[in-house]
């Protein structure tokens, strides 16, 4: 067994809004072991952006609250962490890449002068030396001719250079976590490969561990080793990847897998195994389960109690009442 | 095999760039560049290819929501560019599309019984009483519930909102609906909810999808037919059960195996194309996919390939293969 880099222990992040209070992250449990990729699915809305945020500290307060819980990374817990000892951490020790690599590199600015910049802030050097490793970085993540690229504008690049850009500046400092929301979402399937390609390269050769983010349930498997899929605000099951996408046990999970359309349809009338419902608003979550309203195996106790996490054979856990 | 309901031949369209303002016309974007396509009656073709390479253009094409540059459109025989006045607005009725993103394709401002009675009357197929009872009518064949009629598109989700999108188009019974990205905005349990619909729909009234997507899965799983686009060509046209078992064109067999298979000890045997795809502004020489293609061979560079007929029957553009 690897140590563990970082724990989350039933983290909460609530949202205090005119309307009520939006529980976005409803305790959350998760731990990432050294030199491992955890993947977090979930569809729109269920809290997997605001978990990321939150282990970075970048909820914007004072709307936003992390109300509880705790998020270990080596020794320290970041959701008491003060201002000071974040802006250590991210960038440098935890980074993260965002889905829009567009919106997120700022257009005024040459691409070199934004990594060399985070390369300066956390380990010092002269402008020259940054500048040089700004280069080596580019060209890590496999940009042809860096010398001439660190001078582009992001305009001037395309969207997969972009995040290649983005991922050469989370990797800059030598992370030990990097968080990627969303990293190819926005990108074309042939660039949508070469980016996981690099992603895992990148990964070995400087042994960070990744935190990925996604819908994509086909993204997860080919790169994570373990994986949590959350629903409204938890997690409802957590294993690894193997045993989880050949068994998965949550009604929710269960349901996930058969509304991706895999092989054709043998016979005309064939449809797809659908989800019943829509995402629950957050507003107004029942009592007991929170799947209970699109739940096919819903009996009383769902709607009565909320299940726990509990292990069903290991390195599986799923929260629902049907294994208690 | 069923008989062509569509049928185009040598479509272009090109965008012409403004470079400044007194200067003259120097560049276009070639969104579509000769594209010879037949779709059947009553069956589903499928439109796979990257961002950027034309394939909603095309769509907009055949729908003659813009007119191409070269080329012509037959639509039960008839040449669409052609016609005008009374027989172009009876071709409206015949065709409809749904759009991408059910958030900006509905009139914010106009309850959902005008935004689906809208095509009704202004075809004037029916008005008053009768409007409001189809209206109804086509509220319940998409799964929405009829009281439901006096709300707002904001009232909606992204799922509802697509149905009402599909119950506007099915309003005029069309015999061809275009789905340009039907469901990639939408979150997957949602997405399997639409697909279904679309299905379902097809069955129930005959009719022929041009579906456009991006997402190969989907794909796989609605079409009868494929074809391939890259940078504004067709590179490959086949029966999906045949393009899916075993693509020829070096690009369709690269984008086939990039897409994450859903089984994590199968680590696909991906083909990592190099670079991105080059700008349609000015695409590359002879085959336009040479510039990353793997099987290159000079004569890629010189000549452009046409479509042909290969021993399985599908039509593909390449030198190589």
């Given amino acids: 067994m690897r140590n563990t880099l970082l724990e989350i222990k039933n983290l909460k992040t609530y949202f205090f809004t005119r309307k009520g209070v939006v529980k976005a992250v409803d305790g959350v449990d998760l731990r990432i072991q050294e030199g491992e990729t955890v993947g977090l699915v979930g569809e729109s809305g269920c809290g997997k952006t605001v978990t990321a945020l939150s282990i970075m500290r970048l909820i914007p307060e004072p709307m936003g609250r992390i109300v509880e819980g705790s998020i270990l990374f080596d020794g320290l817990d970041l959701a008491q962490a003060t201002e000071t000892q974040m802006q250590k951490i991210r960038g440098n020790r935890i980074s993260m890449v965002f889905q829009e690599p567009m919106t997120s590199l700022n257009p005024v600015f040459k691409v070199g002068f934004q990594i060399a ?34 001078n582009d504008y992001p305009h001037q690049m395309s969207g997969g250079m972009r995040q290649r850009v983005m991922i050469a500046m989370a990797l800059s400092c030598h992370p030990r976590l990097m968080i990627a929301d969303e990293p190819t979402t926005a990108l074309d399937v042939t660039i949508q490969a070469q980016i996981l390609e690099l ?60 509304s991706i359309p895999q092989k054709r349809r043998t016979k005309k009338r064939d449809r797809l195994q659908t989800i019943p419902g829509t995402v629950p608003d957050l507003l107004g979550l ?11 195996q819903v009996f009383k106790k769902c709607r009565e109690e909320p299940p726990q996490l509990i292990e069903i054979e290991s390195d599986h856990q799923v929260r629902c009442w049907l294994y208690e | 095999m069923n008989e062509a309901l569509v049928e185009a031949k040598g479509l272009k369209k090109y965008y012409p760039l403004q470079r400044g303002f007194f200067s003259r016309r120097t560049a276009f974007v070639k969104a579509v560049d000769g594209i010879d396509l037949t779709i059947r009656r009553g069956e589903i073709l499928g439109l ?62 106009r309850r959902i019984d005008a935004i689906i009675g809208e095509p009704l009357l202004i075809h004037g197929v029916a008005k008053g009483k009768e409007l409001e009872e189809r ?55 949602i997405q399997a909810q639409i697909v279904n619909l679309l299905l379902d729909l097809q069955s129930e009234y005959g009719l022929t999808y041009l579906i456009i997507s991006h997402d190969l899965n989907l794909i796989e799983y609605v079409s009868d037919w494929v074809a391939v686009m890259y940078l504004g060509k067709i590179v490959e046209y086949a029966k999906q059960e045949i393009i899916y078992e075993k693509p020829i064109h070096p690009y369709s067999e690269a984008l086939f195996s990039a897409t994450p298979s859903l089984n994590p000890l199968e680590k696909s045997k991906r083909i990592l194309l190099e670079g991105d795809v080059p700008s349609p502004i000015n695409p590359p020489s002879g085959c336009r996919f040479h510039t990353r293609c793997p099987l290159r061979v000079p004569i890629c560079e010189r000549e452009e390939p046409p479509l042909s007929e290969r021993a399985n029957g599908s039509l593909v553009a390449c030198h190589v293969r």
């Fill in chain 2, 48 to 109: 796979v290819g990257e961002s950027g390479c034309g394939k909603s253009t095309l769509g907009r094409l055949i729908l003659r929501l813009e007119d191409p540059d070269a080329g012509e459109v037959q639509f039960e025989g008839r040449n669409i560019l052609r016609l005008e006045g009374e027989d172009l607005r009876k071709l409206r009725r015949e065709i409809q599309i749904i759009f991408q993103d059910p958030y900006s394709s509905l009139n914010p401002r």
């Fill in chain 1, 286 to 296: 029942p009592i007991g389960c929170k799947f209970q309203d699109r739940c096919t």
């Fill in chain 2, 135 to 189: 209206v109804v009518e086509l509220m319940k064949v998409v799964g929405l519930r009829p009281e439901q009629r006096f709300l707002y598109p904001h009232q909606f989700s992204g799922g509802q909102r697509q149905r009402i999108g599909i119950a506007r188009a099915l309003a005029l019974q069309p015999k061809l609906i275009i789905a340009d990205e039907p469901v990639s905005s939408l979150d997957v349990s």
């Fill in chain 1, 199 to 258: 992603i895992q390269r990148l990964k070995e050769q400087v042994g960070s561990s990744i935190l990925l983010i996604t819908h994509n349930l086909g993204v997860v498997a080919e790169v994570a080793q373990h994986v949590g899929v959350m629903y409204a605000g938890h997690i409802v099951e957590y294993g690894d990847v193997i045993t989880l996408f050949r068994n998965p046990k949550h009604p929710y999970t269960i349901g996930l897998f058969q």
């Fill in chain 1, 117 to 150: 910049e985070a390369i300066k802030l956390h380990q010092g050097g002269s402008n020259k030396e940054a500048w040089e490793r700004a280069i080596e970085m580019l060209r890590m993540v496999g940009i042809p001719s860096p010398e001439s690229r660190v």
